[in-house]
C-alpha cells in the first residue's frame, strides 16, 4: 500500500532563517506531488504541484520554493523565513490514473515562525 | 466547481450510524461528488468519490440522488475517531484547477 511521510511534524524557526521541509511517498510511481498551506481556522492553499523529476508549478507567488529531485521526493524550501510563513504545511500526492480530485496527505508539519 | 451547501455540525452517538448530508444542486454532468475529513491537527483524509452510483468502501458509503443534487456519506458505525470536520466537494476529475477547495464542511461529534 502507498504512504506518505513528512518531517520534521513541528518546527519552530526564527524570522530569516531557512527552511527545508521534506516529503517522500511510498509504493506509487510517478505521482503527483502537492504542497499546500493551511493557516489556522482556514481553508487550504496550494502552493505548488509536481507532475514529474524537475517539474514544479507554483500556484501563488511567495517567499517559498519547491523542487522535486527524485520521483517520490518532495522538498520545500526558503532562504529567509518570514513570520507570515506560519501555518500547516502539507504535501500530498495523487496517482496518474485516480484524477485531480482524489488525493492523499501526509500527516503535515506545524512551522511557527518566530 | 459546483457549490456545495452542508451543516455546520452534527452528534452522532458511538455505535450509531452518521449521515453526513451535502447539497450541490448545480452540479454539472461531468462533475464527481468527493468527500474528505480533518482529525484535528492531522491532514486532510480522502474517503470516498461517485459520479451517479452509490459507492461504498472499507470506510464509508456514499449515496447520491437519482438527480444527483445531493448526496449522504455514511458511516455506518461511528467511533470516538470519526470525530473530524468532513468536506464534500464537487469537481471533474482529470482537468481544470488542481488545488482541492474545501468549504467550511460538517463538524462531526462522535459522543461516547
Known amino acids: 500500500s502507498q504512504t506518505i511521510h513528512q518531517w520534521p511534524a513541528t518546527l519552530v524557526q526564527p524570522v530569516g532563517s531557512p527552511l527545508s521541509l521534506e516529503c517522500t511517498v511510498e509504493?506509487?510511481?510517478?505521482?503527483?506531488l502537492y504542497w499546500y498551506r493551511q493557516a489556522a481556522g482556514r481553508g487550504l492553499q496550494l502552493l505548488f504541484y509536481?507532475?514529474?523529476?524537475?517539474?514544479i508549478s507554483s500556484e501563488v507567488p511567495q517567499n517559498l520554493s519547491a523542487s522535486r529531485p527524485q520521483d517520490r521526493q518532495f522538498i520545500l524550501s526558503s532562504k529567509k523565513l518570514l513570520l507570515s510563513d506560519s501555518g500547516f504545511y502539507l504535501c500530498?500526492?495523487?496517482?496518474?490514473?485516480?484524477?485531480?480530485?482524489?488525493?492523499?496527505f501526509g500527516p503535515g508539519t506545524r512551522l511557527t515562525v518566530t | 466547481d459546483a457549490k456545495t451547501t452542508q451543516p455546520p455540525s452534527m452528534d452522532c452517538a458511538e455505535g450509531r450510524a452518521a449521515n453526513l448530508p451535502c447539497n450541490h444542486s448545480t452540479i454539472s454532468g461531468n462533475e464527481y461528488v468527493y468527500w474528505y475529513r480533518q482529525i484535528h491537527s492531522q491532514g486532510p483524509q480522502y474517503i470516498i468519490h461517485?459520479?451517479?452510483n452509490n459507492e461504498t468502501n472499507e470506510m464509508a458509503s456514499l449515496i447520491i440522488t437519482e438527480d444527483r443534487k445531493s448526496s449522504t456519506l455514511i458511516l455506518p458505525h461511528a467511533t470516538l475517531r470519526d470525530t473530524a470536520v468532513y468536506y464534500c466537494i464537487v469537481r471533474v476529475p482529470n482537468t481544470g484547477r488542481r488545488a482541492l477547495t474545501f468549504g467550511s464542511g460538517t463538524r462531526l461529534q462522535v459522543q461516547p
Open positions: 461517485g459520479l451517479k
Open positions: 509536481s507532475v514529474g523529476i524537475g517539474q
Open positions: 509504493g506509487t510511481s510517478n505521482p503527483n
Open positions: 500530498a500526492w495523487s496517482g496518474v490514473g485516480q484524477g485531480l480530485g482524489e488525493q492523499y
